[in-house]
């Protein structure tokens, strides 16, 4: 069997200047795949922690400035416990071995969602990665873990109106800049490109005020099959969109 090479540059037919700057995933599909090559839904989410690592380099490598991925929802846990616990470790798991690559890689690793509710071990390994890698200046890598996008508009919402019954801020002055900094992503730039993997047509409480203007791509790929001739298609048909923001 030829192995084929894997495209380090951007492909030719590719415009840099036309690149979307922050992309956006959602990872679909791992359990599927497992079942798919007779394996326990654990092992979907294994190889998807590489193809994740992958996309990532390849982010880095065709010029894209930053990456989001979509990790555990908020209604995750209502997956099967061992699964839950299976994922909690894996994430602790990769942190704890892939901080030193992530470091050499020049990697700007955060977190976003609710995090005091993750396992005290793993908000550890979180803390340590977000502060080890907080003055690098590549790659932008947003994780959304225990992240629903309800949730933080809600959390926004009694955040500000905390504030103006301190008499901290009036109701008047409340406005897009202040809100947006109220949000877990305060600081991120809104996504340009979402990607969905395994031909799901919805967005999945992701991101919700964030891609009022995002384009989106749905791909009946499975996560764990997703690769770089995958996100190359993706690419190319986001280039051909016409970006009007509500306007003629």
């Not at 894997?6 to 599909?29: F, R, Y």
């Not at 092992?43 to 922690?49: A, I, L, N």
């Not at 996504?191 to 991101?207: A, C, H, K, Q």
Request: glycine share 6%.
């Amino acid at each position: 069997m030829t192995v084929k090479p894997i495209v380090l540059q951007l492909p030719l037919d590719l415009e840099k200047e036309k690149l979307p700057s922050h992309v956006a995933v959602i990872m679909d599909g791992n359990g599927r795949w497992a079942k798919r090559q007779g394996l326990p839904r654990i092992m979907g989410h294994k190889r998807g922690v590489d193809v994740l690592k992958d996309l990532l380099r390849c982010c880095r490598d065709w010029g894209i400035q930053a990456l989001t991925a979509y990790a555990f929802s908020t209604e995750n846990w209502g997956r099967p416990l061992e699964e839950v616990e299976f994922l909690m470790t894996l994430f602790e798991r990769v942190l704890r071995k892939e901080l030193r690559e992530m470091l050499e890689e020049n990697v700007q690793i955060r977190f976003v969602g609710d995090l005091e509710a993750l396992p005290p071990s793993l908000q550890s390994e979180i803390e340590r990665s977000m502060a080890e890698t907080k003055s690098n200046r590549g790659i932008r890598f947003t994780v959304a873990t225990n992240y629903g996008g309800r949730q933080e508009i809600l959390h926004a919402c009694r955040a500000i109106a905390q504030q103006v019954q301190q008499g901290l801020l009036q109701p008047e002055e409340i406005d897009k800049e202040i809100f947006e900094r109220h949000l877990y992503t305060a600081g991120i730039g809104d996504p340009d490109l979402l990607i969905r993997t395994s031909g799901e047509m919805r967005i999945s409480n992701f991101l919700l005020w964030q891609m009022a203007y995002a384009e989106i791509y749905i791909t009946d790929s499975l996560w764990p099959d997703f690769n770089r001739k995958e996100f190359h298609r993706a690419l190319a048909a986001y280039q051909q969109r016409e970006r009007r923001f509500g306007k003629v």
